[in-house]
């Protein structure tokens, strides 16, 4: 029974397409995030969620548009994607928001962009 | 702004040998420091945290607020501990509240 989960775990597409990651967490947390690993895995957050409100957006494109449809879903949808897009998507979840809450992590989904 | 800086991107040592990952963080509230772990083809994983001042797998981590370090320790290495590990502080305040900035990371590898 894996706690965060990620679908795709791999998506390979071209530049100018529009494509969709989807996370779900089954730990009843309220609070969740996008982080970006990129090439040379630095990890930085995108997105935090919580009850489905949006509390932190980092300087990311507007291409980007997280949609949480409630508290267990936090979808990523990018738009025209861009050879720079190409990294590792991390979704995380945690009980709550800021101190003491751990972040717990799914498994990724590496983004290729061609 | 919150910043947490890993100066080695690399680290090889020896099994059997101690190995100290080295993390400085820059924060003007009182910080809350995580290490996390990634090993090959896994997830994200916590390993340990400042405040619960636990050994896990043999690692210990020391605040030390003077020289802004929490820097990752484990005297005896061993090879399944090859790894790339995240120095992490979370935001306790203001804009940052609840924000996760992690350090570049240092992929650790432990020879046998």
């Known amino acids: 029974d894996t706690a965060v989960s990620q679908t795709p775990k791999y998506l390979v597409t071209q530049m100018g397409n529009d494509k969709s990651i989807k996370c779900e967490q089954n730990?009843?947390?309220?609070?969740m995030y996008w982080y970006k690993q990129d090439s040379k895995k630095f990890l930085k957050i995108m997105f935090s969620?919580?009850?489905?409100?949006?509390?932190i957006n980092e300087t990311v494109p507007n291409r980007f548009s997280p949609k949480s449809p409630d508290k267990a879903h936090l979808n990523l949808h990018i738009n025209s994607l861009e050879l720079g897009d190409s990294a590792v998507y991390f979704c995380?979840?945690?009980?709550?928001?800021?101190?003491?809450?751990?972040?717990?992590f799914g498994p990724g989904t590496r983004l290729t962009v061609t | 702004a919150q910043r947490v800086t890993q100066p080695e991107k690399l680290l090889s040592v020896f099994k059997g040998a101690p190995v100290e990952l080295k993390c400085n963080y820059s924060?003007?509230?009182?910080?809350?420091l995580f290490w996390y772990v990634q090993y090959s083809r896994q997830r994200l994983q916590l390993l340990l945290r400042?405040?619960s001042r636990e050994s896990i797998k043999g690692f210990t981590a020391d605040l030390n607020k003077g020289e802004t370090s929490f820097h990752l320790k484990k005297p005896f290495a061993q090879e399944e501990d090859s790894a790339m590990y995240y120095c992490?502080?979370?935001?306790?305040?203001?804009?940052?509240?609840?924000?996760?900035?992690f350090g570049q990371g240092t992929i650790l590898t432990v020879h046998p």
């Open positions: 995380a979840s945690s009980k709550a928001r800021g101190v003491p809450y751990e972040q717990y």
């Open positions: 730990l009843g947390h309220d609070t």
């Open positions: 969620y919580n009850n489905k409100e949006l509390i």
């Open positions: 924060y003007s509230g009182s910080p809350e």
């Open positions: 400042h405040i």
């Open positions: 992490a502080l979370l935001g306790a305040g203001g804009t940052s509240y609840g924000k996760l900035t």
